[in-house]
């Protein structure tokens, strides 16, 4: 993990226009994500996925877009400042293993909502919880903080992978 200098503590460092923009950037991406991700969801919910059977641990259906929320928010701001504080190589992997997690994210919800198809779900997000990891070994090389912030994601992922694997042996 490297470590920050005073530069980068400072706030005019992360208030400078560059900064905000790589924000702003950081945030329409993982919304982007979130956004395609419940265009292929929602149509299955009161339909499908409401006839399948879950295992007791299911969480009430209103958890899941506030948690998922928080989720995309701490990808970005993570996102955001490996973007800011990586350079060349470090961050050029920080980057292919940030896009290949949230390219695996958005085709799970295809893979399970869109297609009906729990199976290829679990494949897919067991290769989602593998990138996550890769994830944040690569960001940890450029910021520790940003590494930690997806934490609750690979958590919540673990979760999920659970209740996939559940709904599928289920039905």
């Given at each position: 993990m490297s470590s920050v200098s005073?530069?980068?503590?400072?706030?005019q460092f992360w208030l400078s226009p560059g900064s905000l923009v790589r924000l702003v950037v950081s945030?329409?991406?993982?919304?982007?994500?979130?956004?395609l991700g419940s265009w292929l969801t929602l149509p299955s919910i009161p339909t499908w996925y409401a006839g399948l059977?879950?295992?007791f641990f299911s969480?009430?259906?209103w958890v899941f877009a506030?948690?998922?929320?928080?989720?995309y928010a701490m990808m970005a701001i993570a996102f955001w400042r490996v973007w800011t504080l990586g350079r060349g190589t470090a961050l050029q992997v920080a980057v292919l293993a940030f896009a290949v997690q949230l390219a695996l994210n958005v085709a799970w919800s295809g893979a399970f909502f869109a297609l009906h198809m729990p199976w290829l779900a679990l494949?897919?997000?067991v290769a989602?919880?593998?990138a996550i990891i890769a994830t944040m070994g690569a960001f940890s090389r450029i910021d520790g903080l940003a590494s930690w912030l997806l934490v609750p994601y690979l958590a919540w992922v673990s979760f999920a992978t659970a209740l996939n694997a559940a709904i599928w042996w289920l039905n």
């Open positions: 005073a530069e980068f503590r400072s706030p945030l329409a991406i993982c919304f982007a994500a979130a956004a059977m879950k295992p969480p009430p259906n506030p948690v998922w929320t928080l989720l494949i897919d997000i989602l919880l593998l």
